[in-house]
């Protein structure tokens, strides 16, 4: 069964380091999103991504963050000088066209130090 | 933008008891009601969903119920195992676009043998 992997499956940084989160979507999947679940709290929505820009992004995603689809398969998280806060467990998800379900990657958790 | 409420936050069960968690939602314009389960060190799946054309579905020992008047959607798990125990999500999004779910804040489920 297809599934959405994601690399690392932890990173530790120090803070003002740039780091950067790898993702493999379904490959047929249209749609694309980063989401962070900071420790025992709910998961909330980054980004998404579609037809190679961003469609919505939240307010949580600031200048220091950015995406890329570089080469058709990988969808990378890039943030640019990470701060303390910015730990937390971070989802990639893909999703084929129309009205389909999202499919969740095991996530990379990302402690900042 | 969407709030998502969900209780309880902790529920503890024995094999066999019913498992009944509740979300209210805000947005009178959310139309789709995702439920996704995760494990430990997993992401979130999606376990079953329910449109607001409909007011329950069922898949198995899983039901959903919604009640679009009182803004309330509810996850039902009959013949709990331990296997069913996880952290529980609920979210609410709107059709269209992005599909960007606004998740709760969880229901971490403990099913004693």
């Known amino acids: 069964e297809p599934e959405v992997t994601q690399t690392p499956s932890h990173q530790v940084t120090q803070m003002g380091q740039e780091v950067i989160l790898r993702c493999v979507p379904i490959?047929?999947?249209?749609?694309f999103y980063w989401y962070r679940q900071i420790l025992g709290q709910k998961v909330e929505f980054l980004v998404s991504?579609?037809?190679?820009?961003?469609?919505?992004k939240s307010e949580i995603f600031d200048d220091q963050f950015s995406v890329e689809r570089p080469d058709g398969s990988n969808f990378t998280l890039k943030i640019r000088s990470t701060k303390l806060e910015d730990s937390a467990m971070y989802f990639c998800?893909?999703?084929?066209?129309?009205?389909?379900?999202?499919?969740f990657g095991p996530g990379t958790r990302l402690t900042v130090l | 933008g969407e709030n998502v409420e969900q209780h309880p936050s902790t529920l503890s069960v024995q094999e066999g008891d019913s498992a009944v968690i509740k979300c209210t939602y805000s947005?009178?314009?959310?139309?789709?009601f995702p439920w996704y389960k995760q494990e430990l060190g997993k992401g979130p799946q999606l376990i079953i969903d329910?449109?607001?054309?409909?007011g329950e579905k069922k898949d198995q020992r899983i039901a959903v119920t919604l009640n679009k008047t009182a803004k309330h959607f509810s996850l039902h798990i009959t013949e709990t195992q331990p296997e069913d125990s996880a952290v529980y999500f609920c979210?609410?999004?709107?059709?269209?676009?992005?599909?960007?779910?606004?998740f709760g804040r969880g229901t971490s489920l403990i099913v004693h043998p």
């Open positions: 998800a893909s999703r084929a066209g129309g009205p389909s379900e999202q499919f």
């Open positions: 490959s047929n999947h249209l749609y």
């Open positions: 991504f579609y037809n190679n820009e961003i469609s919505e």
């Open positions: 947005d009178s314009a959310s139309n789709y």
């Open positions: 329910i449109r607001s054309n409909v």
């Open positions: 979210a609410a999004s709107k059709t269209g676009g992005s599909y960007i779910p606004t």
